[in-house]
């Protein structure tokens, strides 16, 4: 059975991408082993997606490219790294979930932004007394 393959523009829809981002990923070697026809086309396999999705992932979590190429580095040999490589992805976990914790923080203070203004534009609109930020708190439900 023939292996399913992708053209640079398929992989650029997919991922929402540019072509110039796939090259750029492909030439500090993120991108690896990418087939080149004769008229210079690249060719893609199910083992570029798999990588894109990796590298898309730790790039949306925050590490850096630096850190991926390392990464992706050691995977060339997870028998004799495979202790750093779950010491580097459980550091990034603890980053992303640290992340994750500020960003609820700040959702709550983002919905009670929302539910403050919400409460002026209504006593604009009512010609109510205006609300008091603390009437407005997070324990609140928004209506």
């Known amino acids: ?3 399913q393959t992708y053209t640079i523009r398929e992989m650029s829809e997919r991922f ?10 492909e030439e500090i070697g993120l991108l690896t082993d990418v087939i080149h026809t004769e008229s210079k086309k690249r060719i893609y396999t ?6 894109m999705t990796a590298i898309l992932c730790f790039k949306r ?3 850096p490219i630096a850190g991926i190429q390392e990464f992706f580095r050691l995977e060339n040999d997870i028998p004799g790294n495979i202790d750093q490589m779950v010491a580097i992805l459980k550091e990034h976990e603890q980053n992303t979930r640290e992340k994750i914790e500020r960003m609820e923080s700040d959702l709550e203070h983002i919905q009670q932004k929302v539910r403050y203004y919400s409460a002026v534009r209504d006593a ?3 010609g109510d007394e205006m609300p008091s930020w603390d ?3 997070c324990e609140e439900k928004a209506q």
């Open 1 to 3: 059975m023939e292996q």
């Open 16 to 25: 929402g991408l540019p072509a110039s981002t796939l090259r750029y990923y």
């Open 46 to 51: 199910q083992q570029h997606i798999d990588c």
């Open 61 to 63: 979590t925050g590490l």
């Open 124 to 126: 604009i609109k009512n």
């Open 135 to 137: 009437s407005c708190s």
